[in-house]
């Protein structure tokens, strides 16, 4: 290969990774609103330990709780709490 073009590649990625940079300069407020933890599917409300191997659990899934049950063979689900 000729260094002409092997130096043309190297300066496209950087040309790359400038306009990468600008773009996620620019947008830092827009990606930082996607991943914060407002948007949970899935929340542990509260956890209870009953003994050494069981524990009680109160999830929160899309608006709906659920009283679980976890012990050493599985989790289990006791109620769903309306």
């Given at each position: 290969?000729?260094?002409?073009?092997?130096?043309?590649?190297?300066?496209?990625?950087?040309?790359?990774?400038?306009i990468a940079?600008?773009?996620?300069?620019?947008?830092s407020e827009?990606?930082?609103?996607?991943?914060?933890?407002?948007?949970?599917?899935?929340?542990?409300?509260?956890?209870?330990?009953?003994?050494?191997?069981?524990?009680?659990?109160?999830?929160?899934?899309?608006?709906?709780?659920?009283?679980?049950?976890?012990?050493?063979?599985?989790?289990?689900?006791?109620?769903?709490?309306?």
């Open positions: 290969m000729e260094i002409g073009y092997q130096i043309f590649v190297v300066l496209g990625f950087i040309v790359v990774l400038l940079l600008y773009f996620i300069k620019s947008n827009k990606i930082r609103s996607f991943t914060r933890d407002t948007g949970k599917l899935i929340e542990i409300k509260e956890t209870a330990k009953i003994d050494v191997h069981n524990r009680i659990t109160l999830v929160s899934v899309s608006d709906q709780n659920f009283l679980l049950l976890t012990s050493k063979n599985g989790q289990n689900v006791i109620q769903k709490i309306e």
